[in-house]
C-alpha cells in the first residue's frame, strides 16, 4: 500500500486545513485510517484515527481539534482542522493498518505544513 498525501502547503494563522489521503490501486476501506504530525524539534505524534465503518478515536490533547473522514466512494481520507496556529507547522503523515493490528505498518510520506504568524 502506497499511501499519498496532499493539501499540505504555506498558510496564515486563522486559516484553515484540509488533508486528503488516498491510495491507488488499494481499497483503503479494507484498512483503519490515521493521521500523525511531527514538528520540527518534537516527536511524532498520533492525532486522529477513523475506522472502516467511521469510528473516529484520538489522540492525545492535539487530535480533539481535528477532524477525520472518508469518503469511501473517492477512496479518500481527510483531515481537517480550522484556525490555524503556528505551531500547528508540521510534517502531516497518512497512516493505515488492518483493522486487527496495533502497529500503524503503512506510512505515507508526510505533507508539510507551514502555518505563518
Given amino acids: 500500500v502506497q499511501l499519498q498525501a ?7 494563522t486563522g486559516d484553515s486545513l484540509r488533508l ?3 491510495a491507488p490501486g488499494v481499497t483503503l476501506n479494507n484498512f483503519v485510517m490515521g493521521w500523525f504530525r511531527q514538528a520540527p524539534g518534537k516527536e511524532r505524534e498520533f ?3 477513523i475506522s472502516s465503518t467511521g469510528e473516529i478515536g484520538y489522540g ?3 487530535g480533539g481539534h481535528f477532524t477525520v473522514s472518508r469518503d469511501n466512494a473517492k477512496n479518500t481520507v481527510y483531515l481537517q482542522k480550522n484556525s490555524l496556529k503556528p505551531n500547528d507547522t508540521a510534517i502531516y503523515y497518512c497512516v493505515a493498518r488492518l483493522k486487527n493490528s496495533r502497529t500503524w505498518n503503512t506510512w505515507g510520506p508526510g505533507t508539510q505544513v507551514t502555518v505563518s504568524s
Avoid at 496532499?6 to 496564515?12: A, D, H, I, N, T
Fill in 20 to 22: 486528503s489521503c488516498t
Fill in 60 to 62: 492525545g490533547s492535539a
Fill in 47 to 49: 492525532l486522529i484515527q
Fill in 6 to 12: 496532499s493539501g499540505g502547503g504555506l498558510v496564515q
